[in-house]
């Protein structure tokens, strides 16, 4: 068999690799990816990261983006989220966002993966998944990004924060808010305390 051959049977269709994972198949890694991006076996996404592309009755399909920013990472410890997210808690924010935030502990900066952007953020923690309250928790945190009228954003934030398990809120916040964030929270939940009082 010959090494090309060799480096091809070992890629899994829809897997992003980096340049390091395919030289351990390859004596000529470099030659090799050259051939197979141009054979169309492989997409080349951005330095150093290619795509074995997953067929379907349309064509290629893009590359997830889990296996992307894993990839991108060497980690997979990260939490995909975007500011469209905003719009289905019923806030008032209903501006289409063209990219992804990826919360994360190594990297940070806006990147072009595979044609679409990616704008990573280190935190020192972060949810597994997205919950409600930490999307609200989040909305406050990034509301000096965001296009819609402050004010009447937070109003909104106020009302459905009422809805919410105020124990679930208020640990969100002290996990994942600024401290404007936090301040803006206790001071909601306080409020609802007192009212319940």
Known sequence: MNALQNLKDHLQRGKV???????????????????LVKSGDL???????????????????????????????????????SPNDYNALGVGSTQLYNETVVYNHKRHGRFSLGGRIFDFRMKPSFPKSVSKEFLLVDLVNNLDRL???KTAVLDRVK????????????????????????KFFAALTEGASSHAA
Do not use: C, I, M
Request: net charge positive.
């Open 159 to 182: 009302k459905l924060a009422a809805n919410l398990d105020n124990n679930r809120l208020l640990e969100a916040s002290r996990h994942y808010g600024l401290v404007r964030t936090k």
């Open 43 to 81: 997409n080349k996404l951005s330095g150093g990261l290619y795509y074995h592309p997953k067929q379907t009755a349309f064509g290629s399909a893009p590359a997830a983006d889990e296996e992307l920013v894993a990839a991108f990472l060497k980690d997979d410890r990260f939490l995909l989220t």
């Open 147 to 149: 296009a819609e009228e």
């Open 17 to 35: 690799y980096r340049r390091d994972d395919l030289s351990k198949w390859s004596t000529a890694v470099d030659r090799h990816l050259k051939a």
